[in-house]
């Protein structure tokens, strides 16, 4: 059974730094590309970042390009984001998903995890 176990949200001052992690089981995680996406109050999903199977090649949304890094531990089955710079707009409930192109990411699978809350605010 496919898990997704997100964490390392929390309230951030503008301007701020947090490293998101997500721990996967009940897939070949070291298979699969991997993305994170997100969804702000009262808004739609929107896809950040993604990384292929060996993290050899990353995308970003052009919102994040520049502030986020996305990377990779296959031998601990963990996706992380790193993210400086944080603006009011970023705050959101972060997921991790599989998935290399928004499509996948946002629609290709059915499993969602309870996601991790950044909160950006003085």
């Known amino acids: 059974e496919e898990q997704l176990v997100e964490s390392g949200g929390g309230l951030v001052l503008p301007g701020g730094s947090l490293r998101l992690s997500c721990v996967a089981s009940?897939?070949?995680?070291?298979?699969?590309?991997m993305s994170w996406v997100r969804q702000a109050p009262g808004k739609g999903l929107e896809w950040v970042s993604a990384i292929d199977s060996g993290g050899d090649s990353t995308n970003y949304a052009d919102s994040v390009k520049g502030r986020f890094t996305i990377s990779r531990d296959n031998a601990k089955n963990t996706l992380y984001l790193q993210m400086h710079s944080l603006k009011p707009e970023d705050t959101a409930v972060y997921h991790c998903r599989r998935g290399w192109t928004e499509y996948q990411a946002l629609w290709g699978y059915q499993y969602w995890g309870q996601g991790t809350q950044v909160t950006v605010s003085s």
């Open positions: 009940g897939f070949t995680f070291s298979s699969e590309a």
